[in-house]
C-alpha cells in the first residue's frame, strides 16, 4: 500500500493537483481510507479475482463515489487468458505466467489458474460513465497500474483515458512474469502522450514502482 501511495506525496511535493483516480488492480482496497485523507474525489477502483473484488466492494460500500468494478483489463476488449491466481491473498495473480517470480519468490505458489474474459480500460470507464451521468471520462487526473507484469496492456487499451490524465503511477518489474512490461517499454508507450518518468524505486529483485507526469 505504502508504495502507491507514495504517488500522491510526490504530486504534492509538485505542486500538482489531484482529486480523481482509476486503479487497476486495486485487489482488496486496502487505500480507501487512505483515498479519503487525501482528499480523492471520485475513484474506479478495478479488480479480476473474486475474493478480492468481495472485499473491495465491501470497502466502498457507502461512499458513492468510490466505484468498485470486477474487471481484468487488457488491451483488447472480449479475449479469454488463462489468470493465474497466487496464494499470497492474490496479491500476486496476473494475467501473464509467472517466471522468475516463482524463483525470486519461491514461498509464493500459483495454485490456480482460472479463465477470465479482459475488457479495454477505455470501456471500463465509459460504462461506468454511462450509468453516472455526473461523472465525465475525462475527469480522471491519476491513473494507478498494480497488474505484475501486465502494465503495457492496460495502458495500451486506455488510449483515449490517457488524453485527460496527468499522472501515471505503475509498478516496474523485469521478468518475474512470460511477456512483461519492461521500463523501456512503458516509457516508449507514455512519452507518445507527452509523459515522462519522474521517479522510479526498484528493489534489488527488479521490480518497483515509476511516476511518469505529463509535461
Known amino acids: 500500500m505504502e508504495g502507491r501511495l507514495l504517488v500522491f506525496e510526490q504530486l504534492k511535493d509538485l505542486g500538482r493537483p489531484f482529486a480523481n483516480v482509476v486503479q487497476v488492480g486495486a485487489n482488496r482496497g486496502q487505500e480507501v481510507s487512505a483515498y479519503e485523507n487525501y482528499g480523492i474525489d471520485w475513484a474506479i477502483m478495478v479488480e479480476p479475482q473474486d475474493d478480492a473484488f468481495d472485499k473491495l466492494r465491501k470497502r466502498v460500500a457507502g461512499r458513492p463515489r468510490y466505484i468498485a468494478v470486477q474487471a481484468l483489463c487488457a488491451n483488447m476488449d472480449g479475449v479469454e487468458y488463462d489468470f493465474y491466481v497466487a496464494d499470497n491473498k492474490g496479491q500476486s495473480s496476473s494475467l501473464l505466467k509467472p517466471t522468475r517470480h516463482q524463483v525470486e519468490y519461491p514461498k509464493i505458489e500459483f495454485p490456480t489458474q482460472v479463465k477470465l474474459t479482459s475488457t479495454r480500460l477505455d470501456t471500463l470507464v465509459a460504462s461506468v460513465a454511462e450509468r453516472r451521468p455526473e461523472l465525465s471520462p475525462d475527469a480522471f487526473d491519476t491513473l494507478l497500474i498494480d497488474v505484475q507484469g501486465a502494465?503495457?496492456?492496460?495502458?495500451?487499451?486506455a488510449t483515449r483515458l490517457l488524453q485527460h490524465v496527468k499522472h501515471v503511477f505503475t509498478e516496474v518489474s523485469y521478468d518475474l512474469y512470460e511477456g512483461g512490461?519492461?521500463?523501456?517499454?512503458?516509457?516508449?508507450?507514455?512519452?507518445?502522450f507527452g509523459f515522462q518518468l519522474h521517479f522510479l524505486q526498484l528493489n534489488r529483485r527488479g521490480w518497483g514502482d515509476g511516476l511518469f507526469v505529463k509535461v
Not at 502494465?151 to 487499451?157: A, Y
Not at 523501456?184 to 507518445?192: I, P, T, V
Open 181 to 192: 512490461a519492461t521500463l523501456d517499454d512503458l516509457q516508449g508507450f507514455l512519452r507518445a
Open 151 to 157: 502494465e503495457l496492456k492496460v495502458l495500451m487499451g
